[in-house]
């Protein structure tokens, strides 16, 4: 059974002994399992991308055509946008429409890709495609139209936040893919996609650093957006520290992503050497023939990091894919499935190579015959040559009756006026080929505007208003480092060099009280979402899926007493252990997961609990006695249930 189940290099390793009693109890057989199991399934991120190499070089025709049908619109619309942002005259007047497109545009993408992750999860899974009903596609489009656009402004923000940036990256790799239409509602793909995003953090980090592109597109949208716009709220003087500031950031994070760096590398120096290759080989003369750095601008960098993108992206789509495709299989043994329909496709192929081999030599046979006569072939080449015999007759004639034209039958050259030679060339001028090297003007607004336009302008010089008002505050904050010009008397002191110390210290104190202030909000969240569960049906505690988040301590409490009442102790001592863990999660103690074993519980409350001495003991003694009753062959009798209810007691009043 080693052998003909393994998957992958390492599976089928050498023996790996369980982990032995430590404390409190016996050491739960699932968790031993779950750990094992872990081990085994989790494939490095080297091997993850061998693995996402090889998928995408089985991949047909079709999932390429649906990725390239959704990626490249968004693409050449975002390329096109900054060109003509950047470059026309008269780009003001298309601020409405744009954004609109690119939304739309940015929508169509992801739905496109989710069409092509989709399929490329059918070739993991061996089965038969799932039809796309009109129910599913609006599934999906709603999926993506609503998780996905917050992801353009949530993964910079883990980013700068660090910690939470590969758990963010994942999640919207995830929704990608999971958001094929095929959940019923919203949350259960949030679900899905955040579980899933949680799994192998260390193998996540290091894909992203192997083969994501995402960092570099950030450090050219701060040089293309963020920059320019630094530079226009920022005061003067700090223009250096922003470059200095950026400059160092960008090093940063261009040192994370090295095979992005070498791909745009290699595509930028080509999209350098095309035109001298075009030049040398058709003797085509372009701009940038005649001087090199005129490509050197803003739209060579965005189209560099398009390219980059359009290269490695579905490398990171597929390694995500196989990410999904075994965290799912932890719970459903689809890669289990699909290595038995696999085996079972291969011994069907060499029946099918004989038939083929059969049927090669049949042809071949058949070929071999001498070919017969055919009356009517000859009859038709002969046809053929008399007609093409009249044609050059026809074609000497007529040489002969035309003759070269006379000098004097020419017209002649035709007198313009300057002033509609001006005319055409201020036509030719306005076009919009031409419009990219006249200067940017301030056009006139039309007499009547919709009263979309209107909000629109409005908002504009709110948002104007609040941005000079923001500069004023730091030109204001930043004055007592400014510079002072000579001769100016100079209020030096220990007061003035304690001003930095008093704003980083006020700087602390507000994020200190953001963070009170988030837990508290997170605090009360827990309490009301405790309070729903508990108007929920009771849970059935002989299923091994009950958690003791699901009802309040005194639910659980009432629950036992119900329990113990019907004739049932067992079922009442693992009531009274939840009602314990509910009380324990809600003094903040413990946090109750489904992951976790009673010896986490166990270890977590012996790192909280420090100014409660002696809840650590009497807690292990119930963990101790809980599995000897529940996952061993003790009995539940009435001498075991009071100490247990006495211990919980205990747990209860403990450093209340």
């Not at 690119?102 to 993991?124: A, P, R, S």
């Not at 940036?165 to 509602?185: C, P, S």
């Not at 007493?561 to 939840?578: D, S």
């Not at 002696?614 to 009753?629: H, I, K």
Request: contains cysteine.
């Amino acid at each position: 059974m080693d052998v003909f189940l393994r998957v992958g290099p390492r599976a089928g390793a050498g023996s790996h002994s369980l982990p032995r009693r430590n404390g409190v109890g016996s050491f739960r057989a699932g968790e031993a399992m779950k750990a094992r199991r872990s081990r085994f399934t989790e494939p490095k991120a080297l091997e993850l991308t061998e693995q996402a190499v090889a998928l995408l070089r089985r991949s047909p025709f079709s999932a390429w055509a649906a990725y390239y049908l959704g990626t490249l619109p968004f693409l050449l619309g975002l390329l096109y946008f900054w060109g003509d942002m950047s470059r026309d005259a008269a780009a003001s007047q298309r601020l409405l429409e744009w954004p609109i497109i690119l939304g739309f545009l940015f929508v169509w993408m992801k739905c496109w890709q989710t069409v092509w992750t989709g399929q490329l999860m059918e070739q993991l899974e061996l089965g038969e495609p799932a039809p796309w009903t009109w129910l599913r596609v609006r599934r999906m489009v709603a999926a993506q139209s609503a998780l996905q656009p917050a992801g353009l402004f949530l993964v910079p923000l883990a980013l700068l936040l660090t910690v939470p940036f590969a758990w963010v990256y994942a999640f919207y790799e995830n929704v990608t893919i999971l958001g094929d239409g095929r959940e019923g509602r919203l949350r259960e793909v949030w679900q899905r996609a955040w579980r899933q995003s949680g799994l192998w953090p260390v193998q996540n980090h290091w894909l992203i650093w192997m083969v994501s592109p995402y960092l570099l597109v950030l450090v050219a949208a701060q040089f293309l957006a963020i920059v320019p716009w630094l530079q226009a709220i920022a005061p003067a003087w700090s223009l250096g520290v922003v470059w200095l500031a950026v400059s160092l950031l960008s090093l940063l994070m261009l040192a994370l992503c090295p095979l992005a760096i070498a791909v745009a590398l290699n595509l930028a120096a080509a999209l350098i050497l095309l035109p001298e290759l075009l030049r040398m080989l058709f003797g085509i003369e372009t701009q940038f023939t005649r001087g090199a750095w005129g490509m050197m601008n803003s739209t060579w960098l965005a189209v560099t990091c398009a390219l980059t993108c359009l290269v490695l992206d579905p490398l990171v789509k597929a390694a995500y894919v196989l990410r999904c495709f075994h965290g799912e299989s932890r719970h459903s043994g689809l890669d289990l499935y699909s290595a038995l329909k696999a085996l079972r496709l291969q011994r069907t192929a060499p029946l099918v190579l004989l038939f083929l081999t059969f049927a090669l030599e049949l042809r071949a046979g058949m070929e071999d015959r001498p070919p017969q006569p055919d009356p009517s072939a000859s009859h038709l080449s002969q046809t053929q040559a008399n007609v093409g015999a009249q044609g050059k007759e026809t074609e000497a004639a007529s040489a002969g009756r035309l003759s070269p034209p006379n000098a004097g039958d020419l017209p002649a050259t035709r007198h313009i006026p300057p002033e509609q030679l001006d005319r055409s060339i201020e036509q030719v001028l306005a076009g919009r080929e031409y419009r990219w090297r006249l200067p940017r003007q301030m056009q006139q607004a039309k007499a009547q505007e919709s009263w979309l336009e209107s909000s629109l302008r409005n908002l504009t010089e709110r948002m104007r208003q609040w941005m000079r008002a923001f500069r004023r505050w730091l030109d204001e904050l930043s004055r007592p480092f400014q510079p002072k010009p000579s001769g100016a008397p100079s209020k030096s002191g220990w007061l003035g060099s304690l001003r930095p110390l008093m704003l980083g210290g006020v700087f602390v104190l507000l994020v200190a009280l953001g963070f009170l202030l988030w837990r508290r909000w997170r605090g009360r969240r827990t309490e009301v979402e405790v309070a729903c569960v508990a108007l929920a049906s009771v849970p059935d505690l002989r299923q091994e899926n009950v958690a003791a988040s699901q009802l309040p301590e005194e639910g659980w409490l009432a629950l036992a007493g119900e329990l113990i009442g019907k004739g049932e102790p067992r079922l009442a001592l693992r009531a009274l252990y939840f009602a314990s863990l509910a009380n324990l999660e809600q003094r903040q103690l413990l946090t109750i997961a489904r992951y976790k074993s009673n010896l986490d519980y166990l270890r977590e409350l012996g790192r909280r609990a420090h100014a409660h001495p002696g809840l650590q003991a009497v807690f292990g003694e119930n963990v101790t006695l809980f599995e000897r009753v529940w996952y061993g062959f003790h009995e539940a009798d009435q001498e075991r249930l009071a100490g247990f209810r006495a211990n919980v007691e205990r747990i209860r009043t403990l450093g209340r």
